[in-house]
């Protein structure tokens, strides 16, 4: 006797293959946010590992890094000079070679012998600029502990002479940055200013000075454990930032010594708002326009001369940034964060606020 075998009909596959796309679909968003959930761990980690690498500084120093060293008078712009670190001259196309480029060394660079990376350490001259040919092996090098694998555009150099049509500058990208204050972008000793940067001189323009903040550090100046009277726990060291969208926009660029670049410093302000201010959002409006930038969590602005004076923590993580604390804890800290919260949590004294 012979046994008809059934087959499965047209209409039984195309449900077997509706079923199995409804799982698929089903499964991916889990999928995608486990990968999320361990990009953003990772994040975190480096963090705790720059904590780490800070408080072994601070032992041996006995201060922490400063933000950043400069050296030599103000910036020639036009006619007249600029302060300390509120001017790069290279990006500009200005650094003839009577003036080279003043900006050294970077808390990053300081931090390397500490986070596993003598190195690299070694490969840098501290005596010549950044920018010097010297050290371009150096500031090239892509330092995983220095990226956040959430970022889509880390992987991006920096040509920090691109707009002035020169080769030769590249950078590699990072996504930490460390707190300088939100402080407003001028100065205490002029009387509009109650609220600007502090400085050892009145004369910024013809002297080597010192400027800093209500952060972590600043413009040739560090300081100990000591001068944190709020305590560790209470102020950030490290904000997570992103790197550029284009080879033009400086963020996130690990050894320059720049607010945007590896520095925060905008007043008022929070987590993924407010536009920060570098030498290149002029183009980067250009090409994009100012709403899809906004769109982007990528604002800018240009800022005073096509300066840098602020930038902001930002992410790709969904609603918060990554930041650490002085004594080494991580968190992740809204987007939606209170501006008054968010200053004070930058601050390494109570200040008031308007």
């Given at each position: 006797m012979t046994r008809t075998q059934r087959g499965f009909t047209l209409v039984e596959i195309l449900v077997v293959i509706a079923i199995i796309g409804l799982l698929v679909a089903m499964l991916l968003p889990a999928v995608q946010m486990a990968r999320e959930a361990a990009r953003r761990s990772q994040c975190a980690n480096n963090m705790k590992q720059l904590g780490l690498a800070l408080h072994n500084y601070q032992t041996a120093h006995r201060v922490l890094p400063p933000a950043m060293i400069w050296n030599g008078r103000g910036e020639p712009y036009g006619a007249g000079l600029l302060p300390i670190g509120t001017f790069d001259r290279v990006a500009m196309g200005i650094s003839p070679g009577s003036q080279p480029d003043r900006l050294y060394a970077n808390w990053v660079m300081l931090l390397l012998p500490y986070l596993e990376q003598q190195a690299v350490h070694n490969s840098f001259n501290l005596h010549l600029p950044v920018d010097d040919p010297a050290n371009r092996a150096a500031r090239t090098v892509n330092l995983p502990v220095m990226r956040c694998p959430t970022d889509t555009n880390n992987d991006l150099p920096y040509e920090r002479?691109?707009?002035?049509?020169?080769?030769?500058?590249?950078?590699?990208?990072?996504?930490?940055?460390?707190?300088?204050?939100?402080?407003?972008?001028?100065?205490?000793?002029?009387?509009?200013?109650?609220?600007?940067?502090?400085?050892?001189?009145?004369?910024?323009?013809?002297?080597?000075?010192?400027?800093?903040?209500?952060?972590?550090?600043?413009?040739?100046?560090?300081?100990?454990?000591?001068?944190?009277?709020?305590?560790?726990?209470?102020?950030?060291?490290?904000?997570?930032?992103?790197?550029?969208?284009?080879?033009?926009?400086?963020?996130?660029?690990?050894?320059?010594?720049?607010?945007?670049?590896?520095?925060?410093?905008?007043?008022?302000?929070?987590?993924?708002?407010?536009?920060?201010?570098?030498?290149?959002?002029?183009?980067?409006?250009?090409?994009?326009?100012?709403?899809?930038?906004?769109?982007?969590?990528?604002?800018?602005?240009?800022?005073?001369?096509?300066?840098?004076?602020?930038?902001?923590?930002?992410?790709?993580?969904?609603?918060?940034?990554?930041?650490?604390?002085?004594?080494?804890?991580?968190?992740?800290?809204?987007?939606?964060?209170?501006?008054?919260?968010?200053?004070?949590?930058?601050?390494?004294?109570?200040?008031?606020?308007?």
């Open positions: 002479a691109l707009l002035a049509g020169a080769a030769g500058h590249s950078y590699a990208r990072g996504n930490y940055a460390m707190n300088m204050g939100t402080n407003h972008g001028c100065f205490t000793f002029q009387p509009s200013c109650p609220d600007g940067f502090h400085s050892d001189t009145n004369d910024l323009i013809n002297t080597n000075s010192k400027v800093w903040g209500s952060g972590l550090g600043g413009f040739n100046v560090s300081f100990g454990f000591e001068q944190f009277p709020k305590g560790t726990s209470n102020i950030i060291a490290v904000d997570e930032v992103r790197a550029g969208i284009e080879p033009i926009d400086p963020r996130g660029t690990w050894a320059i010594g720049m607010t945007g670049a590896s520095i925060t410093a905008l007043p008022f302000a929070g987590p993924n708002r407010g536009g920060d201010m570098i030498t290149s959002c002029t183009e980067l409006v250009l090409k994009y326009s100012a709403a899809e930038l906004e769109r982007l969590g990528m604002a800018c602005s240009s800022g005073p001369v096509r300066g840098n004076y602020g930038a902001t923590a930002r992410s790709q993580h969904v609603g918060v940034v990554n930041v650490a604390r002085l004594d080494g804890s991580v968190d992740a800290i809204s987007n939606t964060v209170d501006p008054a919260v968010w200053t004070q949590l930058h601050a390494k004294d109570e200040i008031e606020l308007p």
